[in-house]
């Protein structure tokens, strides 16, 4: 069993344990007090969450720059002083259910008591908003990961790129070396979609070339192995990082890796302004059949209508306007409803799967799916006008 999460509140006693066996006890979980120094477990067929509780006069005294959090609640956890800890078996029976059935206790907890959770394997804060979202949205990785980024050598692409979170999901954490300030955002992406397989238990296996759609390949090996090779790296770089990784390195064992991000950098490619304006313009032609056709649409008919509009967030405090699309739930006067398809790349304010509303005249870019194909933009036009009532 390994402590994961720390659920930290002012009030230095616990929630009444009747309370809680009335919010926990059902056919399928056991609820049992006092067994092996804990103030209480949930117990499942195949999963085991064990909390303890502690009472300190003082803070946990962890260094605040480590952890990421909101203002709010890095306050709130300096004024804590009842602490449960919740710890579990990592990775049984799968990847991500023990992850989850914590969090639902967590949850559980928070609806007694005000506190904020502590994620001790990724040093992240969430506030009760945050896991609400996490339990009830789409999965996303960045909820349960922080990467760093540490300069380890004094070369053009000096940076070592690693992750911390990935311990709860029973799986070592990954790094890459070798990296510059402009690989940052692919790799970063790169390191979610990779570290999403490993949460789910369909990562690639150790040593084993892996064959992207890019036609590049790479390997996971074992930090123990992967460290070896390096060149200029200091073993001081290490210090505090001694615990086990996945390095990543390219498919011949190189420590190179600037192909396998190529297609990542892609993403980030900005639009042109030719191009923006290119989709806004088709949009505000079409909006008018587009609308008509989303509320003419059958309730089994295999049509997805996403439209795509601006949303600000916040990556490092600044201000960014990112573009992100929609599928249309409902669609009443000049305001619609819809599930963020991708969420956003800066940040996790916008999840994916999350519920928003919009004004149409914020639309930019539309999109038609017919039985899982995307139409291009002939056929939309043609689908829109061709079905438009006379």
């Known amino acids: 069993m390994k402590e994961v999460f720390i659920l930290a509140t002012a009030d230095p006693r616990p929630v009444d344990l009747e309370v ?61 002083r009842g ?66 980024a ?96 996945w390095t990543v390195v390219s498919g011949d064992g190189r420590h190179n890796v600037a192909e396998l991000l190529k297609p990542y950098r892609e993403r980030f490619e900005k639009e042109s302004d030719e191009e923006a304006e290119a989709l806004t313009h088709l949009a505000k032609e079409l909006l008018p059949s587009f609308k008509a056709r989303f509320q003419r649409k059958g309730l089994m008919e295999p049509i997805t209508f996403l439209v795509r509009a601006p949303f600000e967030s916040h990556p490092d405090k600044q201000a960014v306007e990112e573009n992100l699309w929609i599928e249309v739930l409902s669609w009443e006067n000049d305001s619609l409803v819809g599930k963020l398809v991708d969420g956003g790349q800066q940040t996790t304010e916008w999840r994916k799967g999350a519920e928003v509303e919009i004004s149409e005249e914020l639309v930019n870019a539309l999109a038609l799916g017919r039985e899982g194909k995307s139409l291009d933009p002939d056929e939309m036009r043609a689908l829109l006008v061709g079905e438009k009532p006379m």
């Open 150 to 245: 540490v300069e380890a050598t004094e070369t053009e692409t000096p940076l070592w790129v690693h992750s911390h979170g990935m311990e709860k999901f029973g799986s070592r954490d990954v790094e890459i070396f070798h990296l510059g300030e402009e690989d940052l955002s692919a790799a970063e992406t790169f390191l979610h979609e990779l570290c999403t397989d490993l949460a789910f238990g369909q990562g690639p296996v150790a040593r084993g070339p892996v064959e992207t759609s890019a036609g590049t390949s790479f390997m996971l090996v074992p930090s123990e192995e992967g460290r070896l090779n390096l060149f200029g790296v200091s073993s001081d770089t290490f210090e505090g990082h001694e615990g086990r990784f």
């Open 20 to 80: 809680l066996r009335q919010a926990f006890e059902s056919e399928d979980v056991n609820f049992v007090t006092g067994e092996d120094g804990c103030l209480f477990s949930v117990r499942a067929e195949e999963t085991r969450i064990d909390v303890r509780f502690e009472t300190r006069d003082e803070g946990l005294g962890w260094t605040p720059d480590l952890i990421t959090g909101s203002v709010e609640c890095h306050a709130a956890l300096s004024k804590a």
């Open 83 to 148: 602490f449960y800890r919740l710890s579990f078996e990592p990775g049984k029976p799968q990847p991500s259910v023990a992850v989850f059935e914590a969090l639902w206790c967590i949850r559980s907890v928070m609806e007694h008591v005000e506190a904020v959770l502590l994620d001790v394997t990724a040093y992240k804060l969430h506030d009760p908003d945050d896991v609400i979202e996490i339990t009830e949205l789409d999965f996303d990785i960045r909820d349960h990961l922080n990467l760093h």
